[in-house]
């Protein structure tokens, strides 16, 4: 999401170690215990020095290589480690066409990064009409430490593109991307619209084809329940295109069967997302519960089987849960919703983002928690699922738990990658008003 609600809280507030450790002892609070053996080095990746960033991290590990590996956060930051996420080199993002947040990292197979973020092409920000009228991919051909100036989808000022997210397909290396396009982001008018809009590149992101409409029915403007958002591309093992969104407290899904040029006359309903994909949790300033669509390409038994994965909070009630529905025939049915935290504390857990390993077909499920404290101290938790999304285990992922606070724009998202049993999350976690960045080193 863009940043118009974070200048309001901008001006509110102008108004007034890591160590290598296994899993945690549990505490009277945690009630459930995990089989899952493994090392977890949290690794401190940008300590920020004011209230605004570094957050929305997002990252990548170099398929070719999996000790190479790009992340990003807003506004503009670009970090590198080319030793599995131990050590880190920071730089800024620079285009003439702008950047302005909302950052995605990708790989293509032949080990090119790609970093697609919002536009501010004037530099003028909320001054000018062409600002956020089309999102920007820039690419690195030499592992993140240059970037090209940016290609971009169509420019569509007046209106405003926001939240994307990008796929590769590893059979020949076409990168797709989805969005949100507003008539007018946050705007009342009910005749202002949003919808989903999709393009892909066939030329290693030089150029993009003309964005097509994915999504049957239009939303409101107000990045709220009514707003189609959340859009998250994934390639199926024999190039199908997938994607759902969020939009009027369900999710909905799409694909295409010949690289992103046709798709479905109407949309697939999923389930029902009660309460809808914005809610509260208490002491962040915003939160969402957008869907992650993840399809299994591996040669395991759940080959093909496609992945929806998103939080809900049921009206009236003080909890939030992490949930996952499945398919297992491309989409046309799906399962009833799978709870992936494994509490049953009456907690909120929230911000959840998932992965799959292409090598076993496990899924990685990274989200905050809270099932250990009554009050808003946050924890980060990763949830591993080996049978197909049936079940999962949850183990604590963080060193020392942390308090959000609304007066700080904490972010709308993580991110996780994981190759070859290489596991990376990315998060972000506040002290007083500084955030700060952290990814954790775990080889399952």
Excluded at 117 to 141: C, M, T, W
Aim: some cysteine; glycine content about 8%.
């Amino acid at each position: 999401m863009n940043f118009r609600s974070v200048l309001s809280i901008i001006l509110l507030i102008t108004a007034i170690g890591c160590s290598p450790k296994v899993l945690p002892e549990l505490t009277e609070d945690e009630p459930q215990t995990s089989n899952i053996t493994v090392d977890i080095t949290p690794v401190l990746i940008e300590q920020g020095t004011s209230f605004l960033g570094p957050c929305e991290p997002s990252i990548c590990i170099n398929p070719v290589d999996d000790n190479h590996i790009v992340a990003g956060s807003i506004l503009d930051k670009v970090y590198v480690s080319k030793d599995g996420g131990n050590t880190w080199t920071q730089n800024s993002m620079q285009s003439s066409y702008g950047v302005y947040g909302d950052p995605v990292i990708r790989a293509n197979y032949k080990g090119e990064f790609f970093y697609a973020h919002l536009s501010n092409p004037d530099g003028k920000a909320y001054e000018s009409d062409s600002f956020l009228d089309r999102i920007v991919i820039q690419k690195s051909e030499d592992g993140g430490y240059t970037w090209s100036d940016g290609s971009y989808t169509l420019p569509r000022s007046p209106k405003d593109q926001d939240k994307q997210w990008l796929t590769v397909d590893p059979r020949d290396n076409t990168v797709y991307i989805t969005w949100t396009e507003f008539d007018l982001y946050n705007s009342k008018d009910t005749s202002d619209y949003s919808r989903i809009l999709f393009s892909r590149s066939d030329d290693d992101g030089e150029s993009w084809s003309d964005p097509l409409v994915l999504s049957q029915f239009e939303g409101d403007c107000l990045d709220d329940d009514q707003t189609t958002e959340g859009a998250v591309p994934d390639v199926g093992p024999d190039g199908q295109v997938y994607v759902a969104w969020a939009y009027d407290e369900k999710i909905y899904f799409d694909k295409s069967y010949d690289k992103g040029r046709t798709w479905l006359d109407e949309d697939i309903f999923v389930v029902d997302q009660r309460g809808g994909w914005v809610f509260d949790i208490p002491g962040l300033n915003r939160c969402n519960g957008m869907p992650i669509t993840r399809a299994d390409r591996s040669n395991g038994p759940h080959r093909g089987d496609i992945y929806v994965n998103y939080a809900e909070q049921v009206p009236g009630m003080n909890d939030t849960e992490i949930l996952l529905v499945k398919s297992s025939d491309e989409g046309q049915t799906w399962s009833a919703p799978i709870k992936v935290n494994d509490d049953d504390s009456g907690r909120h857990q929230f911000l959840t983002w998932m992965d799959i390993d292409q090598s076993t077909g496990y899924l990685y499920v990274v989200f905050y928690d809270r099932r250990a404290h009554a009050n808003n101290e946050t924890d980060v938790y990763l949830a591993v699922s080996k049978d197909g999304g049936l079940s999962f285990e949850n183990i604590k992922i963080n060193e020392t738990s942390f308090t959000p606070n609304k007066l700080t724009f904490f972010g709308d998202y993580n991110d996780i990658s994981v190759v070859n049993g290489k596991v990376r999350p990315i998060w972000t976690q506040q002290d007083g008003f500084k955030l700060s960045v952290w990814t954790a080193i775990m080889d399952f």
